[in-house]
Structure formats: structure tokens, C-alpha cells
């Protein structure tokens, strides 16, 4: 049986306690994200697309890469350029066509709590398949958890939904994305 002596139980004790000391201010830091300046969304994740056109039925697919650059107007709000969309294959009874559908425009990010923000903008709805595209109104409504912080940079999860109000029907796209962002 091995024993520790007096001066390894007072190291010990000592990473221990300082272990201690530094993990509430570890998880302080955490919790205050540094919101200011410069902006930029990375995301992706899994998808599905609602287009009467093509189905009855929303198609599961890809959502992103999605992207969102601009500048924080303060700690809480944040104007950019969003990017977001669905990649999926529908399968129209001969075959299949795959589909590319989403949201480009301006969007208004805004953090409700340290950990959760909400977004929405208005601007170009569209829809490929194929080669053969239609673009009109669209619209971005998203819902963002950060789980990660530090300094500047913050992972996180949400959802999005980007309907494209195009002819003959409008597309809708849903995205639950996994999330990298530059605060």
C-alpha cells in the first residue's frame, strides 16, 4: 500500500483548492460574451424542404452552409447580411430532381439573454432545381442556444425557417443548424 507524505497532501491540496477557485470564474467568463464590433455566422446542419410543387410532403435534407456577416449595432443587437437555405432531393415519380431553396438579405439578430438570441429579416426568397429558378419575397425567422463561449467566439444550436414566396407556390425551408459565430 502506498502513502503520500505530508508535503505531497499540501500540493495536492493545493491544486485542488485552486482548482476550485478558478472553475466559478472559468464559467463566469463563459457567460459573458464579448458582443461588439464585427460579426460572422458559420452553420449547418440537417433540413427540410415543403415545396407543393414538387410534394405533398416536406423532404428531409441538408440546411446550409449557411452564413451571416455584419457588425454589432450593441451588445445585444446585431444587423448582417444573412444567408440561408435547404439542399433536397424530391422524388416526383419518375425520378428525381434535387432542389436548392432559401434566404438572402438583410437580418436583425438579437439576444434576448447571454445564452439565447432571435433573428428575423426580410429579403430575397428563391428556389433552384436544376437550373430552373424563381426568385421573390423571402423571409428568415431563427432561434439561436449558445452552449460554448469564449472571448469572442461562441458554438451554438438553433432553427431557422426561410419560406421563398416564389411562383407557383411558396418553397418552405427548415433547418435545425449547429452554429460557429465570431462575436
Known amino acids: 500500500m502506498s502513502h503520500v507524505s ?3 497532501r ?3 491540496g493545493a491544486v485542488i483548492l485552486s482548482v476550485f477557485l478558478l472553475v466559478p470564474s472559468v464559467s463566469l467568463a463563459q457567460l459573458q460574451p464579448e458582443r461588439s464590433g464585427f460579426t460572422l455566422l458559420l452553420n ?3 433540413g427540410a424542404q415543403k415545396d407543393p410543387a414538387l410534394s405533398e410532403s416536406a423532404t428531409a435534407g441538408l440546411a446550409g452552409i449557411n452564413l451571416g456577416i455584419g457588425g454589432f449595432l450593441n451588445e445585444r443587437a446585431a444587423l448582417w447580411f444573412r444567408l440561408s437555405g435547404t ?3 424530391h422524388d416526383i415519380g419518375f425520378g428525381s430532381v434535387t ?3 432559401g434566404f438572402a438579405g438583410p437580418a436583425l439578430q438579437y439576444w434576448t439573454s447571454e445564452r439565447f438570441a432571435v433573428e428575423g429579416g426580410l429579403g430575397l426568397g428563391f428556389w433552384d432545381v436544376e437550373g430552373t429558378n424563381e426568385s421573390g419575397l423571402g423571409a428568415l425567422l431563427g432561434a439561436t442556444y449558445v452552449f460554448w463561449t469564449n472571448g469572442g467566439h461562441s ?3 438553433g432553427a431557422e425557417y426561410a419560406p421563398a414566396f416564389t411562383d407557383p407556390d411558396t418553397v418552405h425551408n427548415f433547418g435545425v443548424v449547429f452554429g460557429w459565430q465570431k462575436n
Do not use: F, N
Request: hydrophobic share 45%; aromatic share 0%.
Open 44 to 46: 449547418a446542419g440537417v
Open 87 to 89: 439542399v433536397a432531393s
Open 6 to 8: 505530508c508535503s505531497h
Open 10 to 12: 499540501g500540493v495536492l
Open 155 to 157: 458554438l451554438s444550436v
Open 99 to 101: 432542389q436548392t431553396s
